[in-house]
C-alpha cells in the first residue's frame, strides 16, 4: 500500500493567520477542542485535524473540507483551548477563503445559508430573522422541495405562530455603525495576475 506524500503550501499558514491572527501555531494537538465539539458527528476532519492540516500547509485538503461549513461556531472549542487558539474563528476564515478561491462547498444548501445570513447583516447591520428563512428557501430552491412534499403549510403555520407569538418583528430594528458592518462584510476585489 502505498503511503501519500504530503505537497505542502509553506505560504498557507501565514495567509490564514494574516486574516486572523488566530494563534494555530500554538495547537499542541491536545483535542479538548474536538472533544467539545457538539457537531463533530458530520464533520469529515475533526478540529484539531483541522488545525494540523493549516500547520502542515495543505491548502487543498482543508478548503475542500467538510467540517469548516459545518462548523456552527459555537466557540466551545474556543473557550476549551488552554493555549487560546481562536479555532472558531479560524474555521470561518476557512469558509471566506474557500469562498474567495472558488472552492464549492460540499453542501450547496450550508453555502447558500452563509451566504444569505451574510447578506442579510450585510444590509442591515443586523440579522432580521423575518426576511433570513424565506430568502435561504427561495435561493436555496428547499421551497420547492418542500412544496413538492407537502410540508410546506405545517412550516408556514409553524412560523405564524412563532410571529404571533411575538418572537419575529416585523420590522428590522437599527443599529448604528451600518456602514462600518458593511465595510467588514465586502470582499475586497480580487486584483489580475
Not at 494537538?29 to 500547509?57: H, S
Not at 412534499?149 to 418572537?167: H, I, N
Request: proline residues 6%; charged residues 25%.
Amino acid at each position: 500500500m502505498a503511503q501519500e506524500i504530503l505537497q505542502p503550501d509553506y505560504q498557507f499558514l501565514d495567509q490564514v493567520e494574516a486574516t486572523g491572527p488566530f494563534d494555530a501555531g500554538a495547537c499542541f494537538q491536545c483535542r479538548k477542542c474536538t472533544n467539545g465539539c457538539p457537531v463533530t458527528f458530520a464533520m469529515d476532519l475533526y478540529p484539531d485535524e483541522v488545525i494540523r492540516w493549516v500547520l502542515l500547509g495543505q491548502k487543498e485538503k482543508v478548503l475542500n473540507s467538510k467540517t469548516i461549513w459545518v462548523c456552527a461556531a459555537c466557540e466551545t472549542c474556543t473557550t476549551r483551548c488552554p493555549n487560546g487558539v481562536k479555532i472558531a474563528e479560524l474555521m470561518d476564515s476557512l469558509k471566506e477563503m474557500a469562498i474567495q478561491e472558488g472552492v464549492p462547498s460540499p453542501q450547496k444548501q450550508v453555502l447558500t445559508l452563509h451566504q444569505t445570513f451574510l447578506n442579510n447583516v450585510k444590509r442591515r447591520g443586523r440579522i432580521f430573522e423575518a426576511t433570513l428563512l424565506p430568502i435561504y428557501l427561495l435561493r436555496s430552491g428547499e421551497i420547492w422541495k418542500k412544496w413538492k412534499e407537502g410540508t410546506w403549510f405545517d412550516e408556514a403555520m409553524l412560523g405564524w405562530q412563532v410571529f404571533y407569538k411575538g418572537r419575529i418583528p416585523i420590522f428590522p430594528k437599527g443599529i448604528k455603525g451600518k456602514k462600518e458592518v458593511r465595510k467588514i462584510l465586502t470582499h475586497p476585489k480580487k486584483t489580475e495576475k
